[in-house]
């Protein structure tokens, strides 16, 4: 008789498992460096786990942190979808031309290579200091993964024999882009938006910290906590945002599987018919 292989557990129970155990691990380093390694008169750097979790049942933290988190939300949406809008027609434009694409490029490196915080003094002097310059903060830090996703997916997506087809077809410049060089792009175009979708995110925390005239942000709660010391609450908003911004990338990255699976079938495989 031959001995049975044994049984694999699904993947979604060892992802949960190994999430859990990642989580003990933390809450343990946490608890030891909070109790033991910390004096206590200084121990309220770094408060320990229960603490940190009983701040989320008290309403008046949890109330406006909720709400900042809300309008923060708004910022890297809107800043998200500008980034797209531009960053897409950016990289139409220079996939159609050597000589845009050599005029304009470089641009796209300077937004990319630049500070964020030298660019802030502009920013609050052009934009004022409220929600719109949060938003032209989330721009700026979103926009470079898709201009450079999307050109690479409209430069190199398609095959050469599919442009020679089109060339036999004698096909417009329109046609081309519109029924070639863009449906070939859409992997590589997802693959720039779930990275824009993140970047949106610290770029919308990045304008509220730095522009705080108006509704209040969730960049502009953690620099209150922070100058207040209150570092279970801080904490908990440190963990709040990272949750959101986990959540914007795994929203993302299910509708490019979706997407892309819907269209394109198994990765490697041709697209659908």
């Known amino acids: 008789m031959t001995a049975r292989a044994p049984r694999r557990l699904p993947e979604w129970v060892a992802s949960v498992a ?3 155990v990642a989580v003990v691990v933390l809450g343990g380093i946490w608890t030891y460096v909070s109790l033991v390694l910390l004096d206590p008169d200084r121990r309220f750097l770094l408060p320990p786990p229960w603490e940190v979790v009983a701040t989320l049942g008290r309403p008046s933290v949890m109330q406006p942190m909720l709400e900042a988190l809300g309008r923060t939300t708004m910022v890297s949406l809107a800043g998200l979808a500008i980034a797209v ?4 027609a950016w990289a139409i434009a220079m996939s159609q031309s050597r000589w845009v694409e050599r005029v304009i490029y470089p641009y796209a490196v300077i937004l990319q290579t630049v500070p964020i915080l030298a660019l802030t003094p502009l920013i609050g002097v052009w934009f ?21 996703m999307t050109f690479f997916g409209l430069t190199s997506g398609p095959s050469p024999a599919a442009h020679d087809l089109f060339t036999l077809a004698r096909a417009t410049r329109w046609q081309r882009l519109t029924r070639l060089e863009l449906p070939a792009a859409v992997p590589s175009m997802f693959t720039g938006l779930r990275s824009a979708a993140g970047l949106s995110v610290i770029g919308a925390i990045v304008g509220d910290f730095f522009f705080q005239q108006g509704a209040v942000g969730i960049g502009g709660l953690l620099r209150v906590y922070t100058l207040r010391l209150d570092m279970a609450v801080l904490l908990t908003a440190v ?6 911004g986990v959540v914007v990338f795994t929203v993302f990255g299910v509708a490019e599987r979706l997407v892309v699976g819907h269209f394109y079938g198994a990765p490697g495989g041709g697209r659908r018919r």
């Open 128 to 148: 004022g200091y409220g929600i719109p310059a949060r938003v032209v903060v989330a721009v700026i830090i979103a926009i470079f993964p898709v201009i450079s």
């Open 239 to 244: 963990g709040l945002t990272a949750l959101f």
């Open 85 to 88: 809008a531009l960053g897409a």
């Open 18 to 20: 190994s999430g859990v």
